[in-house]
C-alpha cells in the first residue's frame, strides 16, 4: 500500500455572522477567477477523527435512520473512514482577497482544507437515475 503527501491549503472559519474558507498565501494565486463560479466543492481533513480507532473503522449506522442500519463504511458518510477526508459541495457568496465566503459547511472553526475545485454542470445527476439503498430513499426528494 502507498502513502501520500497532502498539503493543508487553508481552513474553515465559522464566525458569528459569516462562515469562510481562508486560503493561505502560498496557496492564493490559485484562487484566480474563482469568483466566476456560483458552488464549489471544498474537500477538507476531518481532523478529529484523525486517530488510529476512527481510521481503522469499516462499518458505519448512517444519523437518524427510522430503522438503523449498519453498511459499509464506503457506503455512508462517516467521518470515522480509513481517509478522513470531508467533501461538501458549497454556495460561493462571495471572494475577498484570500476568504471565499460561502453560506454554509459541516465542518467545524478550524477545520484543515486540502482543496477546493469548482462545481460543473456535469457533475449534476437527474434525481431519476439516481439509486439509493432503500434506507436513503428519502433523501431523493432533498
Ligand atoms: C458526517 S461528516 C460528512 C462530511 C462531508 N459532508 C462528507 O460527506 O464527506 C460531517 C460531520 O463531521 C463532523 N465534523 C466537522 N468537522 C470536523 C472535524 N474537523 N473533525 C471531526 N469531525 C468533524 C460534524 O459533526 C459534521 O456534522
Redesign the pocket.
Known amino acids: 500500500m502507498s502513502s501520500f503527501g497532502i498539503h493543508q491549503i487553508g481552513a474553515v472559519r465559522i464566525e458569528k455572522e459569516a462562515c469562510y474558507i481562508e486560503i493561505y498565501q502560498t496557496y492564493t494565486p490559485g484562487l484566480r477567477h474563482i469568483e466566476n463560479f456560483s458552488h464549489v466543492y471544498v474537500l477538507?481533513?476531518?481532523?478529529?477523527?484523525d486517530n488510529p480507532k476512527d481510521r481503522s473503522n469499516m462499518l458505519a449506522t448512517p444519523p437518524r435512520l427510522t430503522k438503523p442500519v449498519e453498511t459499509g463504511v464506503f457506503s455512508s458518510?462517516?467521518?470515522a473512514r480509513p481517509n478522513?477526508?470531508?467533501?461538501?459541495k458549497v454556495k460561493l457568496l462571495k471572494v475577498e482577497n484570500n476568504r471565499l465566503y460561502i453560506d454554509r459547511i459541516?465542518?467545524?472553526d478550524?477545520?484543515p482544507v486540502l482543496d477546493v475545485k469548482p462545481y460543473l454542470p456535469g457533475d449534476s445527476i437527474p434525481v431519476d437515475e439516481i439509486k439509493l439503498p432503500e434506507w436513503f430513499e428519502h433523501l431523493k426528494n432533498k
Open positions: 477538507w481533513w476531518i481532523s478529529m477523527r458518510r462517516s467521518p478522513p477526508i470531508g467533501l461538501t459541516d465542518a467545524i478550524g477545520t
